[in-house]
């Protein structure tokens, strides 16, 4: 009894297939003949691509030979891959000869060629995403303008359902079993797509438009939720496995420009918090120490107010002047009053000379004084005579020294204050 | 990658600042510390990583820790008060008592709440260190110093030491 093959498992799998296989392998093998039709490296995609360009040149117009494209592609390709990679896209009709007068040996670019170098493209660095994204946004556009049948929508729904099935049995494989760099390129050809957003508008459409499809619709929401929640789970293995293994290979140069911009300051100081880092120490040179010395000059120092006065508690100085000066007028009045002894005037002569040369000086201030004295009601005359005797302690002085009442004073006591303030 | 004893214990100086000098008892840290252009310096019972002659950052180079020009200033009337002999190493050089801020701030005519503030900038660098009895004294920092910035300083010593008697007779 033959014994039944077991099935490989998909490690296995990947070790069979070559690079250029194993991405491009799903998308040709419909069309291939045998499990090595498909480049081996996708690499060989860029020998097509070079091969598209310089096809697509204005002077090419007219037709290359294989000889003005290699040359055009400048030595990029190892030369006997290039003229082995020329002999297939000859073979398959990608190159088609351009007969004219000249002969056979020029070749164009079949624009099916340059469509398949775009799909292929898109196979490798989306994976079908963009189909599915383009079917959806066709189908929408039909509906709107009312050029699409029930059948034809029915069918694409069926499609886009059937697509959003097998990428979320893609992703939840690769989830599950994947390597890190498997899943995290299964991620990025879905990163910034609108699927579920179209997808949403679509099924509004066809509700409104075909109301008979709307359960297909509903349908081939639930299975793009699927797909969705499959893609978050993928992401965040993605995030939680390279995360610990500080895998920065993960992340495109622009994503880690892009985080460095814009994620939280408390995100990206978080990276660091279990370094070990000396904290610097400052830099300071023997310049720079006598540089600080050499260009000191100290401020000048400030000038020091003197003491405030201490002023002390008890009766008002002014007030205690006041009073003295009042008790000084009282005083000279009561004593021109004693000289003048009722008179209008007198002769205070004789009274000097009669005196210890002291008191005469002290009468004579006074009297002086009290004619000086607005508020006074005296007044005081010195004569041009002058009397001496060398016997008298007064030996000399000037006659007559009238003083006389002056009647009422005119002078207020301001007047009187700023002569007492001048005298002093 | 196998790390060894020395490699952490150089780690250790260069993260914690100081380690014990009995850890270096037994390790080749001298020479492993020379070949990535440090060098070790030990402060009484404790040792720290230097930069040895030649290898420490360039002046002009990429931005790092730095001291502004009035704490500057502080240091240098700090230095040419505790560094008296020349002959000496500065490090720790004499502590100065109670009355240093008060003094400082004297020399520089300054208010002493600016120089304390000064100070506080150089203690937490380690060029200023706190004594016991409230005074002040040359940081641990300064023993970590260039042989050639020493050399310098020490050509100039009599910089140092003249310009707090100048600023003091200046200042009267």
């Known amino acids: ?424 | 990658m196998t790390v060894t004893e020395t490699q952490v214990l150089l780690a250790r100086l260069r993260s914690e600042g100081f380690v014990p000098a009995r850890a270096l008892v037994g390790t080749d840290a001298a020479a492993d510390a020379a070949a990535v252009g440090r060098r070790i310096v030990r402060l009484d019972d404790r040792v720290c990583l230097a930069w040895r002659d030649g290898f420490e950052p360039a002046p002009g180079g990429p931005a790092t820790a730095t001291v502004s020009d009035f704490a500057a200033l502080v240091l240098a009337v700090l230095l040419g008060l505790c560094w008296r002999d020349p002959a000496e190493e500065p490090w720790p050089g004499e502590p100065l008592g109670p009355g240093a801020i008060d003094r400082i701030a004297e020399i520089l005519n300054r208010d002493r709440t600016v120089v304390l503030k000064f100070v506080a900038k150089l203690r937490a660098v380690g060029l200023a260190e706190d004594t016991d009895d409230g005074g002040l004294r040359l940081g641990s920092q300064i023993a970590t110093w260039p042989p050639r910035t020493v050399a310098e300083l020490r050509r100039q010593h009599h910089l140092l030491a003249a310009a707090t008697r100048v600023f003091e007779d200046g200042a009267r």
């Open chain 1, 1 to 424: 009894m033959p014994r039944r093959r077991r099935a490989r498992t998909s490690a296995e799998q990947r070790q069979l297939l070559t690079d250029g296989a194993e991405v491009l392998g799903p998308f040709v093998a419909p069309m291939a003949r045998d499990a090595g039709s498909v480049v081996e490296e996708l690499a060989d995609l860029e020998v097509a691509r070079a091969v598209v360009e310089c096809c697509c040149q204005p002077d090419a117009a007219g037709g290359l030979t294989l000889a003005e494209i290699a040359a055009r592609i400048d030595g990029a390709v190892d030369p006997p891959e290039l003229e082995r990679r020329l002999n297939v896209f000859v073979g398959l009709g990608m190159l088609q000869p351009y007969e004219d007068r000249r002969g056979t040996g020029r070749y164009v670019l079949d624009p099916r060629g340059l469509a398949g170098v775009q799909v292929a493209e898109r196979i490798t660095t989306q994976g079908g995403v963009s189909e599915l994204l383009l079917l959806l946004d066709r189908t929408a556009a039909a509906i709107r303008a009312s050029a699409a049948t029930a059948v034809e929508v029915r069918a694409a729904l069926e499609r886009a359902r059937l697509f959003f099935s097998l990428f979320a049995d893609t992703l939840a494989r690769k989830t599950r079993l994947g390597t890190i760099a498997e899943l995290y390129d299964e991620v990025r050809g879905h990163e910034h797509q609108r699927l579920l957003v179209t997808l949403d508008e679509l099924t509004k459409l066809v509700a409104a438009t075909f109301a008979e499809l709307e359960p297909l619709a509903h349908a081939t929401l639930l299975e793009a939720q699927r797909y969705d929640r499959w893609l978050g789970q993928a992401a965040e293995r993605v995030v939680a496995e390279a995360g610990a293994a500080r895998d920065f290979g993960v992340l495109s140069p622009e994503a880690w420009r892009t985080a460095a911009i814009h994620a939280p300051w408390e995100r990206l100081s978080a990276v660091a918090e279990t370094l070990v880092f000396d904290a610097p120490a400052p830099l300071l040179s023997a310049e720079q120490l006598l540089d600080a010395l050499a260009h000191w000059r100290p401020s000048p120092r400030q000038r020091q107010l003197p003491p405030g006065p201490q002023i002390t508690s008890g009766p008002d100085p002014l007030e205690l002047r006041r009073a003295r000066r009042e008790q000084r007028r009282e005083r000279l009045t009561l004593q021109a009053e004693s000289l003048l002894q009722g008179e209008s005037s007198v002769d205070l002569t004789d009274t000097l000379r009669a005196m210890p040369w002291s008191a005469a000086a002290q009468l004579l201030a006074d009297t002086l004084a009290s004619g000086r004295d607005p508020i006074v009601p005296t007044e005081v005359v010195i004569g041009d005579g002058l009397l001496a005797d060398p016997v008298l302690e007064v030996a000399w002085c000037s006659t007559p020294l009238t003083l006389s009442r002056s009647g009422s004073s005119t002078a207020t006591v301001e007047s009187s204050e700023r002569v007492e303030v001048q005298a002093e």
